[in-house]
């Protein structure tokens, strides 16, 4: 059986997200309807913008690895919702050829092992294979609750609180 660890993001690493994120906003751009910028690349934190998930209180950043290889990261930030502060599940990107499989749905559950409270998943409504992961997410790990967010209709984004009832 691989072995899947989410490693807390170091100063030394902040590079190699950078990286990661620009395979992430290519994969998206689909759905997110992104464009590149005049430099040829995505837009997105540089290196030392993403300096502040090290030791962050407000913010983390994992680097996903599989038996020693890498493939992928999650972002959580501190976002507002409903007049109170909760994690959100920001970000989840894991390179092509390691999805489809039980790597992703074993760093969620790891996630919602880490953090016990209530935490908040959006997920672009045209994104239809991160929706059906995470329906998928809520039958497959014992979940307190999963309440959809009514949202106003123009918004691009299912919204979902998951743990709530802890």
Not at 49 to 62: F, R, T
Not at 67 to 96: H, M, Q, S, T, Y
Not at 120 to 143: C, D, G, I, P
Request: proline share 2%; hydrophobic share 45%; charged share 25%.
């Amino acid at each position: 059986m691989s072995n899947v660890s989410l490693i807390n993001l170091k100063t030394s690493d902040t590079t190699t997200l950078q990286r990661l994120l620009q395979l992430y906003y290519f994969d998206s751009t689909s759905w997110s309807k992104e464009d590149i910028g005049i430099d040829g690349l995505y837009d997105g934190s540089t290196a030392s913008d993403l300096e502040s998930y090290v030791n962050s209180q407000e913010a983390k950043a994992y680097l996903i690895w599989v038996n020693e290889v890498l493939i992928g990261f999650v972002l959580l930030e501190w976002v507002e919702d409903e007049k109170r502060l909760i994690w959100e599940l920001a970000d989840l990107f894991i390179l092509p050829k390691y999805r489809g499989g039980w790597i992703a749905l074993e760093v969620v559950r790891q996630i919602f092992e880490q953090i016990s409270t209530p935490i908040l998943v959006a997920t672009f409504k045209e994104n239809e294979l991160a929706l059906r992961f995470f329906k998928a997410v809520s039958k497959r790990l014992q979940l307190n609750s999963v309440r959809e967010l009514i949202e106003d209709e123009t918004t691009p984004f299912y919204t979902f609180i998951i743990n709530e009832h802890i």
